[in-house]
């Protein structure tokens, strides 16, 4: 079965400083992994994507994920944090070929951005 | 505009009533999902449809029955609403395409309806 551990339900970071936000994968098959962000009362926005192919995956508003597979982590990191960064971030795993595979949210990490 | 729409965005109900919350992709897409985020903002699968079929129903009380009248719309028909029952609903599509291995295409998620009974 696929899942995924978000290592951290709450980061604060000050503006301007870097972001990590963590995340461990399980799954039997080579998995797509993705990054959702979810800003307060707003639906889901994706950030990025892995799916087999550069293990570096740069996503929108400076964010960037790196697949390991001897870590079997997606770690997600932005170099300088801003104001409006500041959102809940869900981890999410998705299995190649199968039918009726659905994507399997991380419990979600909340990102404070201070001043 | 292409999306996912659901309507309506915000219900309010009392316990016991029966209520629908309709969700429409014009993105071509062929499987459509519902998914349940709760009130630690946990999501978790529902159900999905692919070309108007059911290929996932999760542990989910038969108080819930999706309906997808065609590949483009997946309805939620809840019955005998419940206090537990209040979240954010929100629907998702795909391009699951020939094989199952779509998940190049991405997923593409409507704005959510906040559902809360009273």
């Known amino acids: 079965a696929q899942s995924v551990t978000q290592l951290d339900s709450h980061v604060s970071v000050s503006e301007g400083t870097p972001v990590l936000l963590r995340c461990n994968y399980s799954s039997s098959y080579s998995p797509s992994l993705f990054w959702y962000v979810q800003h307060p009362n707003k639906g889901l926005q994706l950030l990025l994507k892995?799916?087999?192919?550069?293990?570096l995956v740069k996503g929108i508003n400076g964010f960037e994920a790196e697949f390991k597979k001897s870590e079997t982590s997606f770690h997600l990191t932005k170099p300088s944090a801003h104001m409006s960064d500041a959102a809940e971030y869900f981890c999410v795993v998705s299995a190649l070929n199968q039918a009726g595979t659905a994507l399997i949210f991380g419990k979600g990490t909340t990102l404070s951005v201070s001043s | 505009d292409t999306a996912v729409s659901q309507t309506p965005k915000y219900l309010v109900t009392q316990m016991g009533n029966d209520k629908s919350i309709k969700c429409e992709q014009n993105l071509g897409h062929d499987t459509m999902y519902w998914y349940k985020q709760d009130s630690k903002k946990f999501l978790k699968i529902m159900f999905s449809?692919?070309?108007?079929?059911?290929?996932i129903n999760e542990t989910v009380p038969n108080r819930f029955s999706p309906k997808s009248p065609d590949k483009a719309h997946l309805n939620l028909h809840i019955n005998s609403l419940e206090l537990g029952d209040s979240a954010v609903y929100f629907c998702a599509s795909r391009l699951m395409g020939q094989g199952g291995s779509g998940d190049r295409y991405g997923y593409t998620f409507g704005s959510g309806t906040r559902l809360t009974v009273v």
């Open positions: 892995y799916t087999s192919a550069a293990t």
């Open positions: 449809y692919n070309n108007k079929e059911l290929i």
